[in-house]
């Protein structure tokens, strides 16, 4: 599952739910709330969108009325329907940076096979005790539960901000994060990869910035959790913000030893083998040139942010 830490968002979404228990209401009858399971519908022009670009060619279903306790696996986070305005434009973002580069170079065949079956969409995002919040859930390969939609706009939408582009650049990140779980889930990534610093992976990445982990040759702070989450931050991280944005990163890294005693070097020596490894496993193992495919999800997050 994928986390972030937001301090401003969670401390407003925390204001709202303050005052959302003042009100009274029982979460056993939160089912019978519209928007959240309770209600029926007739099938719109949402639906026949889905059905004709998702669910006919790829067979993915997409869920975005849902009754929290039966199908967002999270009833410990209090979770809201996402704005139904926003279902298509999101879903055609996802389809843009996601969908249209793996076929483009995989093939539809490798899609279906290995695509999720289900897609669930959420409005907010689920907090975390320690001020971190979780994006998005892929469970067993068939279902990728995608949360935090309402935070989402895209340069199509009428009331988009490029302020905003932080949220839908999160969700990039997460569908592709994601997908390289269903993927490594699939067929194992190679042993060599979690030889490569396992001594410093460790479940309190939240203790650490991005900046520290870069130095320690993880690419995010989220990295250090475990070897698979490593693997799949890689892939995103290189995907979404393309060959120079990882080159970018690289050149970033300070001078020095950290306090974990990883030098300059050491630390782009790690990110460099897990490059190669990652390009490697794309190409034996699914048949894609990783940095064909890195070049094609640039250049739809840039169409769709910038």
């Not at 059905?51 to 009754?67: A, E, F, G, M, R």
């Not at 096979?113 to 859930?137: E, H, Q, W």
């Not at 901000?161 to 269903?182: R, V, Y």
């Not at 300070?254 to 782009?268: E, F, H, L, M, S």
Request: contains cysteine; glycine residues 6%.
């Amino acid at each position: 599952m994928k986390k972030r830490t937001v301090v401003s968002a969670f401390c407003f979404i925390c204001l709202a739910l303050a005052s959302c228990s003042k009100d009274g209401i029982n979460p056993a009858d939160a089912e019978n709330i519209n928007g959240l399971g309770g209600d029926t519908w007739v099938p719109g022009p949402i639906d026949n969108w889905i059905n004709d670009t998702l669910t006919t060619p790829y067979n993915i279903s997409v869920k975005y009325k849902w009754n929290q306790f039966e199908d967002a696996a999270d009833i410990t986070s209090i979770l809201v329907p996402p704005k139904e305005e926003y279902i298509i434009p999101i879903l055609s973002a996802v389809r843009q940076v996601w969908i249209n580069p793996y076929i483009a170079e995989a093939g539809e065949d490798f899609f279906k096979k290995n695509a999720p079956k289900y897609f669930y969409m959420i409005g907010s995002p689920a907090f975390g005790d320690n001020g971190t919040i979780k994006l998005g859930v892929a469970e067993g390969g068939r279902k990728i539960i995608l949360l935090a939609v309402n935070y989402t706009k895209t340069k199509g939408m009428a009331d988009y901000n490029p302020a905003d582009s932080m949220w839908i650049k999160q969700m990039f990140l997460t569908i592709h994060h994601e997908f390289g779980h269903i993927l490594h889930q699939a067929v194992l990534y190679p042993q060599d990869f979690k030889n490569l610093n396992p001594s410093l992976l460790t479940t309190n990445w939240t203790d650490y910035t991005d900046t520290q982990a870069l130095s320690d040759g993880f690419i995010t702070a989220y990295a250090m959790n475990n070897s698979d989450d490593d693997f799949v931050e890689m892939i995103s991280h290189m995907l979404v913000n393309g060959k120079a944005g990882f080159e970018n990163l690289i050149a970033s890294i300070p001078d020095g030893v950290t306090d974990r005693g990883t030098t300059k070097a050491q630390a782009i020596a790690r990110l460099r083998s897990k490059e190669a490894i990652i390009v490697n496993y794309y190409k034996q193992v699914w048949g894609i040139n990783f940095y064909e495919l890195q070049t094609s999800v640039r250049a739809a997050v840039v169409s769709m942010l910038y």
